[in-house]
Every structure is written in C-alpha cells, then in structure tokens.
C-alpha cells in the first residue's frame, strides 16, 4: 500500500498487554478476490485502550503466539464446500472509517498457515508482537489476499479452524 507503514517486530513491550484470540470463527463470511485484500476480521479500538497485532516475542523459546489457520469455503460462490482457501493473510491498521491503510505486514500465506495446525504447538508459526500499535478509533484488522484458484470463493468461518491474535492494552 502507498503511504502504509510496514508492521514491523517489537521486542521492548513483548510482555505487556492481554493476550486476544481471533479465532477462525470470527471470521467474516466474506467473499475472497484474486489480488484485492478483503477485510476479514475488524476491531475498532476503544477509547481506553491500545491494540498490537500479535503477542510476545518472536524467539522460540519464549514465544507465547503459536499460530495456524485454515479457511475453506462454505459452497457458496465459486468454490465447493470444504475446498481450501488458497492467498495470503495480511494484517493491517486502518483509520476510523477503515478507508486507509496504516500500517500493514504480510503474516503468511494460507497454505503456511494450515500447515502449521498440524504441526506442534510450539512449532507453529510465531506471530509476535508488532509495532505501530493501533490507537483509539482506528482498526485492527486482518485482511486476506487470494490467489486466482480461490477468486471467488466465501470464506465458511464455521467449518474453519485455527487462530491469530492481538493484544489489548488498557491506556
């Protein structure tokens, strides 16, 4: 994005903060695009807190956001009930109206993501805790970018499973 500032790593506050789960079912049922991020999951921050993307460090052995996803389509739109949603998740920051990107950061791809939840906890994907936080009134948010196999397709939250997460920090 134009103007977006990269979410990027930040150690110095990996302990702060309450751990948030954003499970797959709170997924919108959203219909994916090929090459358009559409908005997926959005939390507007309150007025007496702060949201981050992720939460702890990204060391290994100190990680406390082992992650994994795996989106499948509900039958609806161009996809069989089931099929995998092949893209990329991406998490962002936007404004109050959700009209500008922030900050942004590719997390991973889906096929990734999947990968992970079969793999041990603590093997999984690490989604520490990243920098600019978002404040009062913006969003976060969690964005998925499909891939042509997938343009199309609506995401079934219900028969999806894993997890990402934020941390909120009262202000």
């Not at 406390?64 to 009930?81: C, I, P, R, Y």
Request: hydrophobic share 35%; no cysteine; charged share 25%.
């Amino acid at each position: 994005m134009p103007g977006a500032t990269t979410l990027s790593r930040y150690q110095p506050w990996y302990e702060a903060g309450n751990k948030k789960p954003i499970p797959a079912s709170a997924m919108a049922q959203a219909t994916v695009v090929t090459g358009t991020e559409i908005t997926v999951f959005a939390k507007q921050v309150a007025q007496d807190e702060i949201l981050m993307h992720g939460h702890g460090s990204h060391l290994r052995d100190i990680a406390e956001a082992f992650v994994g996803l795996d989106l499948v389509a509900s039958g609806n739109g161009s996809g069989t009930a089931g099929d995998d949603i092949q893209g990329d998740v991406v998490l962002a920051i936007t404004n109050s109206d959700q009209t500008r990107v922030l900050a942004d950061v590719e997390l991973d791809s889906l096929d990734q993501l999947r990968d992970s939840l079969s793999e041990s906890r603590t093997d999984r994907i690490v989604e520490e805790l990243m920098t600019p936080y978002a404040k009062p009134g913006r969003h976060l948010e969690v964005r998925i970018r499909a891939e042509s196999g997938s343009d199309g397709v609506e995401i079934d939250p219900s028969a999806s499973s894993g997890q990402l997460y934020y941390t909120q920090i009262d202000a």
